[in-house]
Structures are given as structure tokens and as C-alpha cells.
């Protein structure tokens, strides 16, 4: 009576561990979930078809080093949606599978680990923002486009008019892919920061050259 009892006991329990296995329940394993865009928007500037246009391109970039199976989304604020909540909850980890930040409240509390600008080799690895092959951003291209503030939520009226805008009239908020060097702090200590820097000079493809930028943005997998 015993063992007849004691089967079924066992059997729930080969059943619950292989549920839990397969939702990923418990797992701890670093999946590839964050990168900056090895591309620019170019001629679109800031008009890059929404929020929703922006997670296509993530999705289309993640696919072409085959993480397109993770639900990308693009860390852009806009009027209606502040990018904090738009990433998950974390932890995020690059190409490296090297963890970027354990939750949300980490990222935005203690930022990214960047290399100071002007380094362009990584033997030790010590910089997270590499984009979805591996790469480091270019020197002339460190602003990375948010249009959000340093606490993750929409910087006011410097989102390229919602990312519909390549206009001469408007702006985007962005932030630094890397680190000023120590004793520069020329703008303030928000110029060193990962996701709200400054304003850029216009949304034109131009306008987002001109303080070294290309219109790269961040990808953050939300599942």
C-alpha cells in the first residue's frame, strides 16, 4: 500500500520540475537580452515609425544574429509610455552574456558599466554597451537616442515628436555610450550619463550628427 501511495507522489514531482523547466521557471542562465543598434537611423533621423517602429528594428537586428525569438523593445520614451516601463524586468545581459543591470531600479540607479570616451580596445571586457555583433559604438557616435530622463521617464518635448519627426524643429534626448574622462564636467555630471546626457540639435539626420550621434538606441529584451 505503501508504494502504491508514494508512485504518484514521485510522478507529481517529475511532472511540476519538468513544468517548471520548461516555462523557465527558477532558471538563472544569462540569455543575450540587451544591446545598443549597430546602425543609425540615417535618413529617417528621429522619423522612425513609433515605439513600434523602433522594436521592429531591434527585433530585425536580434534576428540577424539569431536572438530574434526574445521580445525586443527599443529604450525610447514618448508621450504616452516612459521607457522604464516598456523593458521588462530584468536582469539584462549582452552578446558577452555579461549582466548589464539585475532589475529596473539598478539600471536607472547605478547606470551601465561604460568605457571612458576615447577608448577604442576592450581586451578585459569592462565595457557592457556593445551593440548585437560585439562591437563597441564609434567614438563619433556615443549619443545614443531616448528621449528620456535620467530616471527613465520622458524628457518633455525631446522625443522627435514621438519618433514620427526629422525635422529641423524638434529634438531627442540622449544619452552617452561611454564616460567622459575623470575631471571633465563640462555640462554638468548628467553629461556622463548612459540614457539622458543631453539634447540633441535637431531631429535631421544631420542634427543627430552634430554632437556625435547617428540615432543608435538601445534594445532590451522584456521577456
Known sequence: MRLITTIPFVLALALSACSDSASGGGS???????????????????DIGGLAGADEICRSLATAVGAGDR????????????ARDRIGDGPWYNLRLLEVAADVDSLHED???RLLWGVVDDPD????VIDENGELVPLTEHDIITGSS??????????CLDWTSASEDDVAQVGHSDLAPPGVTIGGPDRLSWNSAHATVSCTEEGLAVL????????????
Open 28 to 46: 538563472t542562465e544569462p540569455r543575450f537580452s540587451f544591446f545598443v543598434t549597430s546602425v543609425g537611423t540615417g535618413t529617417s533621423g528621429g
Open 111 to 113: 547606470g551601465i558599466p
Open 212 to 223: 556625435q550621434g547617428a540615432g543608435r538606441f538601445y534594445c532590451f529584451a522584456a521577456d
Open 125 to 128: 571586457e569592462l565595457g557592457l
Open 71 to 82: 521580445r525586443w523593445r527599443a529604450y525610447l520614451s514618448s508621450s504616452t509610455e516612459d
Open 150 to 159: 535620467m530616471e527613465g521617464t520622458v524628457s518633455e518635448g525631446r522625443t
